[in-house]
């Protein structure tokens, strides 16, 4: 199966509201207002457009990817929110291309770290941790084997705080 990943078009958006609503449809732990949190970022000043990806299998959208711009004390890093692929194609390997893309591109970009809250069994394949181990602490009350992170690259920056997300994570 041929998987390719490009950055995500305007002529997209609808297509990938209704991907991401039917990802979540029956998640474990989700509002169902995962859609709307990606309409609401795409007009947000923490929108980044190279880092909203899509994964295309024979000519259709089946996956998607968001990373946009928090703050920790006075670094921009990012967020991992949401990843969303479409039923049938789970566990093909389509999330894993989407953060390896992302990641690279947010490398390239000259970002150090990327947080997300999700599945403990799920991110650390990819090199998440516990964002408490980098002194990173979320807003709001969760797990830490939930809320995660990853160094980006290997230089000597090192971040500690407090994540502030864009509000329309909290609308």
């Known amino acids: ?5 490009r950055q995500e078009l305007e002529k997209d958006f609808d297509k990938v509201e209704s991907l991401i609503k039917e990802a979540f449809l029956n998640a474990e732990h989700t509002d169902n207002n995962e859609h709307i949190l990606v309409k609401n970022l795409r ?11 899509v994964a295309i299998v024979n ?13 920790i004390n006075n670094t921009t890093q990012l967020a991992l929110a949401p990843l969303a692929v479409l039923p ?5 390997g389509i999330g894993k291309k989407l953060i390896e893309s992302g990641h690279k591109i947010a490398r390239e970009m000259c970002y150090d770290f990327s947080v997300v809250l999700g599945h403990s069994n799920y991110y650390p394949k990819f090199g998440y941790k516990e964002a408490k181990i980098f002194g990173i602490k979320a807003p709001f009350e969760v797990s830490s084997e939930n809320f995660m992170a990853i160094k980006l690259n290997d230089n000597n920056v090192n971040v500690s705080g407090i994540v502030e997300y864009a509000k329309e994570f909290f609308e």
Not at 43 to 53: D, H, M, N, R, V
């Open 88 to 92: 049938k194609y789970q566990k093909m």
């Open 1 to 5: 199966m041929q998987i390719n990943i």
């Open 43 to 53: 007009k947000s000043e923490a929108f980044i457009p190279q880092l909203s990806l």
């Open 59 to 71: 000519d259709n959208i089946v996956g998607h990817i968001l990373f946009t711009k928090i703050k």
